[in-house]
């Protein structure tokens, strides 16, 4: 079996955003359960759901040009969601 590093860094990457991903949802799941239902809270949660599957897309699956689109389109597309965020005064 020979070591590459592709390999390597498709793990660590997927760690990573599957990672930041976990603990921002959980941080949406918090705002969902300490504010109630709304827009912005899911799309929060929506965000970061899609963080993780990015990861967990790049951690499971064999090293792939495939695999990398996704989960760069799935990253692209959590970008493009913003929350509105009310500012109180």
């Known amino acids: 079996m020979n070591f590459e590093y592709y390999y390597l860094i498709q793990d660590i990457t997927g760690i990573l ?14 705002i969902l359960s300490i504010k109630g239902i709304s827009i912005n809270s899911l799309l ?21 040009i495939i695999h990398w689109i996704l989960s760069i389109c ?3 597309i959590s970008i493009i969601i913003n929350p509105r965020i009310k500012a109180s005064k």
Do not use: E, H, Q, W
């Not at 955003?17 to 918090?30: P, T």
């Open 74 to 76: 799935m990253i692209a």
């Open 17 to 30: 955003l599957a990672f930041v991903g976990l603990r921002m949802s959980f941080l949406g799941f918090r």
């Open 44 to 64: 929060i949660l929506i965000k970061y759901c899609l963080f993780t599957i990015a990861g967990l897309n790049l951690l499971i699956s064999k090293f792939g």
